[in-house]
């Protein structure tokens, strides 16, 4: 493909509350067994994009953990391959990324040693899947500067908290507007966008010299008037794991078998991280419906409608419903969990009870290593 790829993975999201506070968004675990960013990077790789890239910042450790090798994407590649970039000091600027326009500008030396005519530029905590060829393909035909892409939501989405756009009868954009008070129309832009690297560049450097450090609003905001801007629709599955709310209703997607055969038996795949685990182990007593259990697993109580990350052990007499057990949990005997996302590492004590009520309760527990 003519182009590299830009994944913005460096932003804080306070909305997903506890959460967050020991991991970027983007190194969110998902469906089990992979990480929200691998979404982003498998479509990179599968459009045959060879030089990708991450801009991080925020809590990076883990994601850097994540990436540290790129072969799981099929970027260890002797022509281009994976970069991790994150702030550095250096003669001419002290700062932290500002913004999305200025973590491009901050590396704006990876743009101009490139070739590739165009950039692919994307978040890294959307879940979906996309042949960003089709976009290039649409982009080049449309004679545009920037092509966004954009999705219709149903009624049902608040769409206030993403950024609305609307079309003319030509998909060119006529209107952008970032977290409307009011939306005026239910399309939004899914934070991908295709344009000419050299325009990137000259757009950037303007961007730089007026101190403006924002992609959405000092870019495609300001510029909707006089570049041709125009909107792709995206008619597959997407989703912004934004809140803790989103988050927790996108694992819940991938318990429905078309979801699931969706993104995992269906070509292109999604790739990530492999770690050397043994398969799931359910002992006698133990019982398991409608729920994703993750390799290094042990389960001895009962499951339902659950997602169970990797190396979790269930203990005896235990009810997990309707609930989010990330990685490396130790649950003690008799335990009940209900409308829960219970965070990574945790040891819960035996005879514990938690269930979420109004809305989705995340447990945080640092115990020792109780067995009861």
Same mark, same amino acid.
């Given at each position: 493909?003519r182009?590299?790829?830009?994944i913005?993975?460096g932003?804080?999201?306070? /909305?997903?509350?506890e959460? $967050?506070?020991k991991?970027?968004?983007?190194?969110m675990?998902?469906?089990?067994?992979?990480?929200?960013i691998?979404?982003?990077?498998?479509?990179?790789t @599968?459009?045959?994009?060879q030089?990708?890239? !991450?801009?991080?910042?925020?809590?990076?450790?883990?994601?850097?953990?994540?990436?540290?090798?790129?072969?799981?994407?099929?970027?260890?590649?002797k022509q281009?391959?994976?970069? !991790?970039?994150?702030p550095? +000091?250096?003669?001419?600027?002290s700062?932290?990324?500002?913004?999305?326009?200025?973590?491009i500008?901050?590396?704006?030396s990876?743009?101009?040693?490139?070739h %590739?005519?165009?950039?692919v530029?994307?978040?890294?905590?959307?879940?979906?899947?996309? *042949?960003y060829?089709? !976009?290039l393909?649409y982009?080049?035909?449309k004679?545009?500067?920037i092509?966004? +892409?954009?999705?219709?939501?149903?009624p049902?989405?608040?769409? %206030?908290?993403?950024g609305?756009?609307r079309?003319n009868e030509?998909?060119r954009?006529?209107?952008f507007?970032?977290?409307?008070v009011v939306?005026r129309?239910?399309?939004?832009s899914?934070?991908?966008?295709?344009?000419?690297?050299?325009?990137?560049?000259?757009?950037?450097?303007k961007?730089?010299? %007026? *101190?403006?450090y924002?992609?959405?609003?000092?870019?495609?905001?300001?510029?909707?008037?006089?570049k041709?801007i125009?909107?792709?629709k995206l008619?597959?599955?997407w989703?912004?794991?934004?809140?803790?709310e989103?988050?927790?209703s996108?694992?819940?997607?991938?318990?429905?078998?078309?979801?699931?055969?969706?993104f995992?038996?269906q070509?292109? *795949?999604?790739? $990530?991280?492999?770690?050397?685990?043994?398969?799931?182990?359910y002992?006698?007593?133990?019982q +398991?419906r @409608?729920?994703?259990?993750? $390799?290094?697993?042990? +389960? @001895?109580?009962?499951?339902e409608?659950?997602?169970?990350?990797?190396?979790?052990?269930i203990g005896?007499?235990?009810?997990?419903?309707?609930?989010?057990?990330?990685?490396?949990?130790?649950?003690?005997?008799?335990?009940?969990?209900?409308?829960?996302?219970?965070e990574? /590492?945790?040891?819960?004590?035996?005879?514990s009870?938690?269930?979420?009520?109004?809305?989705?309760?995340?447990?945080?527990?640092?115990n020792n290593?109780? !067995?009861?």
């Amino acid at each position: 493909m003519r182009a590299i790829g830009i994944i913005l993975a460096g932003g804080n999201n306070y /909305r997903m509350r506890e959460l $967050s506070k020991k991991r970027a968004v983007c190194a969110m675990p998902i469906a089990g067994s992979y990480r929200s960013i691998d979404f982003a990077l498998s479509n990179m790789t @599968n459009s045959h994009i060879q030089k990708a890239a !991450v801009f991080t910042q925020y809590n990076a450790r883990s994601l850097n953990e994540h990436l540290n090798s790129s072969k799981w994407w099929d970027f260890g590649r002797k022509q281009g391959g994976l970069y !991790v970039f994150t702030p550095a +000091v250096t003669a001419e600027n002290s700062f932290w990324y500002r913004g999305t326009a200025d973590a491009i500008a901050q590396n704006l030396s990876f743009l101009k040693s490139s070739h %590739e005519p165009y950039v692919v530029i994307t978040s890294g905590d959307c879940v979906y899947k996309l *042949d960003y060829n089709k !976009v290039l393909e649409y982009h080049i035909a449309k004679k545009a500067d920037i092509t966004v +892409v954009c999705k219709s939501m149903p009624p049902e989405v608040n769409v %206030e908290r993403f950024g609305t756009v609307r079309m003319n009868e030509e998909s060119r954009i006529e209107e952008f507007e970032e977290k409307p008070v009011v939306a005026r129309t239910n399309t939004i832009s899914c934070g991908i966008y295709v344009v000419r690297r050299r325009q990137l560049i000259e757009m950037i450097e303007k961007c730089l010299q %007026e *101190d403006r450090y924002d992609f959405v609003k000092d870019i495609l905001i300001r510029y909707k008037n006089m570049k041709r801007i125009y909107g792709y629709k995206l008619k597959e599955y997407w989703r912004n794991i934004a809140t803790v709310e989103d988050y927790f209703s996108t694992n819940m997607d991938f318990l429905k078998p078309e979801i699931r055969d969706y993104f995992f038996k269906q070509y292109p *795949d999604v790739y $990530s991280r492999v770690d050397d685990l043994p398969p799931a182990k359910y002992n006698v007593g133990s019982q +398991v419906r @409608n729920s994703l259990i993750s $390799s290094g697993c042990i +389960v @001895n109580g009962t499951v339902e409608n659950s997602v169970i990350f990797k190396k979790a052990y269930i203990g005896n007499n235990c009810y997990i419903k309707n609930s989010i057990i990330l990685n490396d949990v130790y649950i003690g005997d008799n335990t009940h969990i209900e409308n829960c996302i219970v965070e990574s /590492r945790d040891t819960i004590r035996a005879n514990s009870y938690y269930a979420g009520t109004d809305d989705i309760k995340i447990v945080l527990e640092r115990n020792n290593r109780y !067995v009861m």
